[in-house]
């Protein structure tokens, strides 16, 4: 009997009460998940679960770590599957990110306290963030979101994904035990990397990692000048590129946050940050409707999932006057994620246009709930005015 630990949202989906849809996936095996708990509800919720299945065969247990003796700037190593990633035959590939510690203590909610460089790849939710030693330090679950850029003709704002990635750490879970018929040594991943060769000896702060710091700290000069250096020192370095890019985008330079994306894309087209980036910056500030169009669709063919693309891409179907494609991709993107208010209000605003109130009532309620949950005062009014404004017609 083995048992892993992973995150809550990547089950949720699969309802951990009917265990037969839901599977543990290794590299080359398939198991039925035998039993399960959530830990994301209660006093202490985290964004975990805990799954068994049954193997014959003789996985590798990890040895947890102490994320409290973790300190900022440690160099840490994130393991998980990437959607778009598989070996010659066709099985799922381990992909290592290494990674620099940036903030062990954010109180991002759900646990996600560990924040770290690199957003990860679609797919890596529940991965193992380890130290050099191969212990277990955390478990990688978000991608981050960092800061927003202004449309200068709606005044919308807009957000850009961050060079951010956060985990919940390893202490966490060991504070909760103990579970029900649990025992630490029961908790495995089913790999045994060769450590030495996915993490650097180097532990000095490169001029990336003090590019980030500058980010995050909102002085965006520096940062810029840090990633600079970063690309004198190595000029196929295309995170600086994607990091610079990101940075110019939030000071408002558009064009050339635009060639920077464009940079960091040539030299690794599996960048889904900067392409998302440049797609946002290309519909929503130059109108260019086309190429951005090819962005968020190569966004949707590598991860049909990602609801922040289809959401994009529903936008500029809906600017170039396609409603119903932009119906389609706003009702995908909110079967994906239930949270996307942006895209009930849009989608009801759609409802309105072609004479279906109730429908458009309904998206646009919850759109103004969403938006009060979330204290967006602008937005929320913005619906309730939408709402008022079709319940005055109705009456009429």
């Given at each position: 009997m083995?048992?892993?630990?992973?995150?809550?949202?990547?089950?949720?989906?699969?309802?951990i009460?009917?265990?037969?849809?839901?599977?543990?996936?290794?590299r080359?095996?398939?198991?039925?998940?035998?039993?399960?708990?959530?830990?994301?509800?209660?006093?202490?919720?985290?964004?975990?679960?805990?799954?068994?299945?049954?193997?014959s065969?003789?996985?590798?247990?990890?040895?947890?770590?102490?994320?409290?003796?973790?300190?900022?700037?440690?160099?840490?190593?994130?393991?998980?599957?990437?959607?778009?990633?598989?070996?010659r035959?066709?099985?799922?590939?381990?992909?290592p990110?290494?990674?620099?510690?940036?903030?062990?203590?954010?109180?991002?909610?759900?646990?996600?306290?560990?924040?770290?460089?690199?957003?990860?790849?679609?797919?890596?939710?529940?991965?193992?963030?380890?130290?050099?030693?191969?212990?277990?330090?955390?478990?990688?679950?978000?991608?981050?979101?960092?800061?927003?850029?202004?449309n200068?003709?709606?005044?919308?704002?807009?957000?850009?994904?961050?060079?951010?990635?956060?985990?919940?750490?390893?202490?966490?879970f060991?504070?909760?035990?103990?579970?029900?018929?649990?025992?630490?040594?029961?908790?495995?991943?089913?790999?045994?990397?060769?450590?030495?060769?996915?993490?650097?000896?180097?532990?000095q702060?490169?001029?990336?990692?003090?590019?980030?710091?500058?980010?995050e700290?909102?002085?965006?000069?520096?940062?810029?000048?840090?990633?600079?250096?970063?690309?004198?020192?190595?000029?196929?370095?295309?995170?600086?590129?994607?990091?610079?890019?990101?940075?110019?985008?939030?000071?408002?330079?558009?064009?050339?946050?635009?060639?920077?994306?464009?940079?960091?894309?040539?030299?690794?087209?599996?960048?889904?940050?900067?392409?998302?980036?440049?797609?946002?910056?290309?519909?929503?500030?130059?109108?260019?409707?086309?190429e951005?169009?090819?962005?968020?669709?190569?966004?949707?063919?590598?991860?049909?999932?990602?609801?922040?693309?289809?959401?994009?891409?529903?936008?500029?179907?809906?600017?170039k006057?396609?409603?119903?494609?932009?119906?389609?991709?706003?009702?995908?993107?909110?079967?994906?994620?239930?949270?996307?208010?942006?895209a009930?209000?849009?989608?009801?605003?759609?409802?309105?246009?072609?004479?279906?109130?109730e429908?458009?009532?309904?998206?646009?309620?919850?759109?103004?709930?969403?938006?009060?949950?979330?204290?967006?005062?602008?937005?929320?009014?913005?619906?309730?005015?939408?709402?008022?404004?079709?319940?005055?017609?109705?009456?009429?």
């Open positions: 083995y048992t892993v630990l992973t995150v809550a949202h990547g089950v949720k989906s699969q309802d009460l009917d265990y037969n849809p839901l599977k543990i996936q290794s080359y095996d398939e198991y039925n998940v035998i039993a399960g708990q959530l830990l994301d509800e209660g006093v202490k919720s985290l964004d975990l679960a805990i799954i068994r299945f049954e193997s065969k003789n996985y590798i247990p990890i040895i947890f770590g102490s994320s409290q003796q973790t300190q900022k700037w440690d160099k840490v190593t994130i393991l998980g599957y990437p959607i778009t990633s598989t070996n035959t066709g099985q799922p590939q381990i992909y990110l290494e990674t620099t510690l940036i903030e062990i203590n954010a109180n991002r909610g759900k646990g996600y306290d560990m924040s770290y460089a690199g957003n990860g790849w679609e797919g890596m939710s529940g991965g193992a963030i380890i130290n050099d030693c191969g212990r277990l330090l955390g478990i990688h679950g978000r991608g981050d979101s960092l800061g927003t850029i202004k200068e003709e709606s005044n919308e704002e807009m957000s850009l994904r961050g060079p951010f990635a956060a985990g919940i750490p390893i202490d966490y060991v504070n909760l035990l103990p579970l029900p018929n649990l025992k630490i040594s029961e908790i495995a991943i089913n790999i045994k990397p060769n450590f030495n060769s996915l993490v650097s000896e180097d532990v702060k490169s001029f990336i990692d003090l590019g980030l710091s500058e980010l700290s909102n002085n965006l000069g520096s940062a810029i000048s840090y990633f600079t250096q970063a690309i004198q020192k190595d000029s196929k370095n295309h995170l600086a590129y994607s990091y610079r890019g990101l940075s110019y985008s939030l000071i408002g330079d558009k064009q050339q946050a635009i060639k920077d994306y464009s940079r960091a894309i040539e030299l690794n087209s599996n960048l889904s940050n900067a392409r998302y980036n440049r797609g946002l910056i290309l519909s929503r500030d130059l109108k260019q409707y086309d951005a169009l090819r962005d968020f669709e190569e966004l949707i063919k590598r991860n049909p999932r990602d609801a922040d693309a289809l959401f994009e891409r529903g936008n500029i179907y809906f600017q006057g396609n409603k119903q494609q932009a119906l389609n991709d706003y009702t995908t993107a909110i079967r994906l994620n239930k949270q996307l208010g942006d009930f209000y849009n989608r009801g605003i759609i409802y309105h246009q072609k004479k279906k109130n429908q458009a009532l309904e998206d646009l309620r919850r759109a103004r709930d969403i938006f009060a949950s979330q204290e967006n005062l602008k937005k929320f009014g913005r619906a309730n005015d939408a709402i008022m404004d079709i319940q005055g017609g109705v009456k009429k």
